[in-house]
């Protein structure tokens, strides 16, 4: 196979080398300050030359202590899950009702819809699809959907009524105006596919779009810190230029492109990154001797990724952004730093409620529940998944005995990442996760482990090699 040959990164080396290269240790420490501050932790990012950075605790923790509520730099619920769960675009907190959460998921799955492939065939109605599930009439799905049909207690789990997208795209939506304007502002208005988009060519756009649903979601991710750069660098020029007291506002001095580029990028660039078709790990049933064939297939899934998105969204001056070399290290990015990203569903909370009434009240609301659950069969508790990039979270270095854990608690109904103390932690002390399960055997840890690039010599591990 050839490997993908992309101009850009001949054209604009000097330039993609800069925006890969760690920023100024000064700048670091000014980011994640700015960064501890605004989300009200007690906690401190330092930084060396020999393990990057790490999180030390300013304070004394007790076991179960929140640690950190993080709001993600960037996220994206899987494809495959839309399906499952309807749920805002910028927040991911679940939206809608319960009622309209149960009604979309049946009526999706009736119409064979797959996420995978948004326009596929839906001439296979009816329920061949899901033998062992109950079928449900049209019509009860239908009045699920439109409100017409309130289900008893449902009025207890209310969420927050939907907000389409202003661009008209029918694919985001979200819990209020105030996450639709932001996720407009940050990242979709140039990735959104409706009437209102700023993309040039939406429907290279949807060309982008399918391709990743087909082959890896994680491009949609990869295209949301590209949009974002680009989106930010917009804003830096128009400030810019204002300042200048231009009144064209459309030029700015070519000498300050750059500049503006890497001031837009720079919180994607505080993140640890490699390539990703050097850091991905061998899939368990590619053998080795086929390592470099393996690897130069996905650099080329990105390069077929990366034409499609530069139809879409190119600009000019941010061409090094449509390197493939940036492109790779945003990616490899997620790979090493990534935190699934999972909201609970209330729709299992519901049916858990249902199931806990009182054995009158029960048998009353299972008269009309009940045809729903066994229609949704076990996949009635799906929770809201997805893949996300936590600034300050992936500072944190991992340890096969950690002091503490990314835990959701009944209260976190978002995307925002929680981490909790798994034990008292005193102040000065590192704050450390586990990035794997740290119950497999020694041999295996190290294995996953070095996936993320590096060997552990944790207190346990030490103990355990020698
Ligand atoms: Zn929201
Ligand atoms: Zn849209
Ligand atoms: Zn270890």
Redesign the pocket.
């Known amino acids: 196979m050839e490997a993908s040959v992309c101009p850009i990164d001949a054209q604009f080396s000097g330039q993609i080398s800069t925006l890969l290269s760690p920023p100024p240790l000064p700048q670091v420490q000014e980011y994640f300050e700015a960064l501890v501050t605004e989300r009200q932790c007690h906690l401190k990012v330092k930084t060396d030359g020999k393990h990057g950075k790490g999180v030390y605790s300013e304070v004394d923790f007790q076991g179960d202590d929140l640690v950190l509520r993080d709001q993600m730099l960037v996220g994206a619920q899987h494809s495959s899950n839309k399906i499952d769960c309807l749920v805002c675009s910028f927040c991911f907190q679940f939206i809608g009702s319960i009622e309209l959460q149960i009604g979309r998921k049946l009526y999706l799955e009736e119409l064979g819809v797959s996420a995978i492939d948004e326009c596929g065939s839906s001439d296979d109605m009816g329920c061949s699809s899901s033998s062992e599930k109950t079928c449900i009439p049209q019509d009860s799905i239908q009045s699920l959907m439109n409100g017409s049909l309130q289900l008893p207690y449902s009025e207890n789990f209310p969420l927050p009524s939907v907000v389409p997208?202003?661009?008209?795209?029918?694919?985001?939506y979200y819990c209020s105006k105030s996450c639709a304007e932001a996720d407009?502002d940050s990242f979709?208005s140039l990735?959104?596919?409706?009437h209102?988009?700023s993309s040039p060519n939406t429907e290279a756009l949807s060309k982008f779009i399918k391709h990743a649903n087909e082959t890896n979601d994680i491009f949609i991710l990869a295209a949301k810190v590209i949009s974002f750069t680009i989106l930010r660098y917009r804003k830096l020029k128009a400030a810019h230029v204002e300042q200048e007291g231009k009144h064209d506002t459309s030029n700015a001095c070519d000498s300050c492109i750059f500049p503006l580029l890497l001031e837009a990028w720079k919180p994607v660039s505080m993140g640890f990154k490699r390539r990703w078709w050097e850091c991905i790990a061998l899939p368990e049933d590619v053998d080795s001797c086929e390592e470099a064939e393996f690897r130069m297939q996905i650099k080329n899934l990105a390069f077929e990724s990366l034409q499609l998105l530069k139809e879409a969204i190119y600009d000019r001056e941010c061409a090094p952004l449509f390197s493939l070399d940036i492109y790779g290290h945003i990616i490899g990015m997620f790979e090493l730093n990534n935190l699934d990203l999972v909201v609970a569903s209330p729709v299992e909370d519901y049916f858990l409620y249902i199931d806990d009434l009182p054995v009158s009240q029960k048998k009353k609301a299972e008269k009309i529940t009940k045809i729903f659950l066994d229609a949704l069969g076990e996949d009635y508790s799906i929770s809201c998944q997805g893949t996300a990039f936590f600034p300050l979270q992936s500072c944190m270095n991992h340890s096969c005995i950690p002091n503490a854990k990314a835990f959701k608690r009944e209260e976190d109904r978002d995307g925002g990442a929680t981490i909790v103390a798994l034990q008292s932690i005193a102040k000065g002390e590192e704050i450390t996760i586990s990035y794997i399960d740290e119950d497999l055997p020694y041999e295996e840890r190290q294995k996953l482990l070095a996936d993320y690039g590096f060997i552990c010599r944790c207190p346990k591990c030490v103990d355990e090699a020698s």
């Open positions: 997208c202003p661009g008209g795209c029918k694919e985001a407009w979709h990735l959104c596919i409706g209102g988009s």
